[in-house]
């Protein structure tokens, strides 16, 4: 069973950076995709970076360019440096990982798809 911790998330004004951690309670090696989601109030969760075991990586238009989902398998860390931050990018942040292959495309509409393995968030606040 894979549980996370998940940190890094804080209150920044637009055009700042936040990097978020993901402590993952084992290692890897049976994990094959894993995921930053985010839900902003009133709107369903969307899947905004995915990443599987061979490091390839997928980032969702919205965030192209100013995010980058990246893993330090020596530390069972996953991360989402996040930068340029803009007001809509407000929401709780989610890391999630799954046993099987990521899915063919960024996941929305609050589908989970694959991913079984949940953290319990981290809040992120942008403001003007």
């Known amino acids: 069973h894979v549980l996370f911790v998940e940190s890094g998330g804080g209150s920044v004004q637009a055009g700042g950076s936040l990097r978020l951690s993901c402590q993952v309670s084992?290692?890897?090696?049976?994990?094959?995709?894993m995921g930053w989601f985010r839900q902003a109030p009133g709107k369903e969760r969307e899947e905004v970076a995915q990443l599987d075991m061979i490091g390839t990586t997928t980032h969702a238009a919205s965030v192209r360019g100013r995010f980058a989902i990246s893993r330090a398998p020596a530390k069972n860390m996953l991360y989402l440096q996040m930068n340029s931050l803009q007001p809509g990018d407000t929401a709780m942040y989610y890391c999630a990982a799954s046993h099987y292959t990521c899915p063919a495309s960024l996941l929305n509409g609050g589908q989970h798809g694959p991913f079984v393995y949940w953290g319990q968030g981290t809040q992120v606040t942008v403001s003007l």
């Open positions: 084992q290692a890897f090696s049976n994990v094959y995709c």
